[in-house]
């Protein structure tokens, strides 16, 4: 994990169907998969799936990859440009699918590097008030951080904030401010909290409320995540190394 970026390379999990608050490209490392949404059910290699969207993914094989970008990240934008193929809202085959799925099957995986790849060196711009705003929420997620404070920061109406966010952010403020949360809370289990504390301190209500929100976002308990073997590593600064 890192700033706007979160990185799985392992077992498929066996997730439940579920909708994140981020954009997830999902890679199918030995075998395909099949993406299952309302009306949906595409057998890929590589699929990119939107924010506040549900779907469940049924992995064929033993290993996945999983590239959580930040809404907020220019890259959002640029890794959906680098889709081939569109179906039901998500992007299908991505253009440089065999060489992640090569990268992430090196024994010295760079997570940073799987993220450059699978969004490409260009980078838009993203409007400076909301990038201000994301940058609070990701700095202080266990303030309230309410719309209406944050659009006063920004010079905005809340509504026309709430909207501007969600253009540029592609996701809502609402959700965009519990992956924050999230981001919080596996900065703090990676350093040696437990999940109860970390949740606590990300400002979770309770440590319910954070498996259930985990659950919905990620398609599993985490529990299930650390019960599987996965370990959590953040990086502080890789921006030096490919932003």
Not at 142 to 166: C, K, Q, V, Y
Not at 200 to 214: C, N, V, Y
Request: positive net charge.
């Amino acid at each position: 994990m890192w700033p706007g970026h979160a990185v799985y390379r392992g077992p498929s999990l066996r997730l439940d169907a579920h909708r994140g608050s981020v954009h997830c490209l999902a890679v199918g490392l030995d075998a395909p998969f099949t993406l299952r949404a309302d009306g949906l059910a595409e057998t890929v290699r590589t699929a990119l799936i939107p924010p506040r969207t549900i779907h469940r993914v049924v992995a064929h094989g033993a290993q996945m990859l999983f590239c959580y970008i930040d809404p907020s990240s220019p890259r959002a934008k640029t890794c959906w440009d680098r889709m081939t193929d569109r179906s039901g809202g998500f992007g299908l085959t991505h253009c440089a699918e065999n060489d992640l799925i090569t990268l992430a099957g090196q024994a010295e995986f760079d997570p940073v590097a799987a993220v450059g790849l699978a969004c490409g060196s260009g980078v838009p711009t993203i409007d400076g008030r909301i990038a201000a705003a994301a940058a609070t929420l990701r700095a202080h997620p266990a303030r309230p951080n309410t719309a209406a404070e944050l659009a006063a920061e920004a010079h905005l109406s809340t509504s026309r904030f709430l909207h501007l966010f969600a253009r540029q952010a592609g996701t809502s403020f609402r959700r965009y401010r519990m992956w924050a949360r999230m981001l919080s809370v596996g900065r703090a289990v990676a350093e040696g909290a437990n999940f109860t504390t970390a949740a606590a301190d990300a400002g979770f209500a309770s440590p319910s409320h954070f498996s259930d929100t985990f659950h919905a976002m990620c398609g599993l308990t985490p529990s299930g995540l650390l019960g599987a073997g996965a370990q959590l590593v953040v990086l502080d600064a890789p921006e030096a190394r490919g932003r």
